[in-house]
């Protein structure tokens, strides 16, 4: 209860969730069985089973456009302040690939960095090519 520490990073959406606003607050979390989304106001939460995560990726912003946008361009207004991009690739119930993308400054893209070396240190499974 006290002392405790939250797990939860916050961040703003980007794209990938259609409830949800672009550059709109949320929070998100990974606990053992999944990937919890959750906005401030007002309240909505989306849960992604861990199963589902093909990846996670830990990104600046001129990488995260030219990989998802095809173009280097950078959204920030305010200048000296970067960018950092958390993607989580998932496949969704009828089995397509899609990615959700939330960005954060500097002082939670270490967090997304442990978010992604959670997702490596996951036992993997048999697939063929």
Not at 23 to 31: A, L, Q, S, Y
Request: glycine share 4%; net charge neutral.
């Amino acid at each position: 209860m006290f002392g405790r520490k939250k797990k939860a990073i916050k961040v703003q959406h980007y794209e990938g969730l259609k409830d949800f606003m672009q550059d709109f607050p949320c929070t998100i979390e990974m606990n053992d069985e999944q990937f919890v989304i959750q906005r401030i106001k007002p309240e909505t939460t989306v849960n992604l089973p861990i199963e589902r995560i093909l990846a996670i990726d830990a990104m600046e912003e001129e990488r995260f456009m030219l990989k998802y946008h095809n173009h280097e361009t950078s959204t920030t207004k305010a200048k000296g302040i970067k960018k950092y991009y958390l993607v989580v690739r998932y496949q969704d119930v009828e089995g397509t690939e899609q990615y959700l993308a939330f960005w954060g400054t500097a002082s939670e893209y270490g967090k997304f960095i442990e978010l992604q070396k959670r997702k490596m240190d996951t036992p993997s499974s048999n697939y063929s090519l």
